[in-house]
């Protein structure tokens, strides 16, 4: 199981930092993917992690601005969410893959947390 929280409203310029936390089987074994849907609009990657935290994926939209990172002996990834935009507006998801970590196809899902960037 995957629950992500640390969701909010926040102006733009601000930043907030989203936690996915893993329970059951062996947390390091998995890549990480944060992901985020707007209003309208597909599901999108926006960051991923590899199971030992060694190697990183950004989308273009966030590069320089957010940060993934992992701490497996606490069984969690976090989303560090600097220089927040509008457009970073939507509902943010944490999904798990046994699988390569740019896998197009991650197996367990995370409920959504709502991220809301005012202008």
């Known amino acids: 199981q995957l629950q992500a929280s640390g969701g909010g409203t926040v102006e733009a310029g601000g930043s907030l930092r989203l936690d996915c936390v893993g329970s059951?089987?062996?947390?390091?074994?998995?890549?990480i993917g944060w992901f985020r849907q707007a209003p309208g609009k597909e599901r999108s990657v926006v960051a991923a992690?590899?199971?030992?935290?060694?190697?990183?994926y950004y989308a273009d939209s966030v590069k320089g601005r957010f940060t993934i990172s992992r701490d497996n002996a606490k069984s969690t990834v976090y989303l560090q969410m600097n220089s927040l935009k509008p457009e970073d507006t939507a509902v943010y998801y944490c999904?798990?893959?046994?699988?390569?970590?740019?896998?197009?196809?991650?197996?367990?899902w995370g409920q959504g947390t709502q991220v809301t960037v005012s202008s």
């Open positions: 992690i590899s199971s030992r935290g060694l190697r990183t």
């Open positions: 999904a798990a893959t046994m699988g390569h970590y740019l896998t197009p196809s991650y197996d367990y």
């Open positions: 059951g089987d062996i947390f390091s074994n998995y890549s």
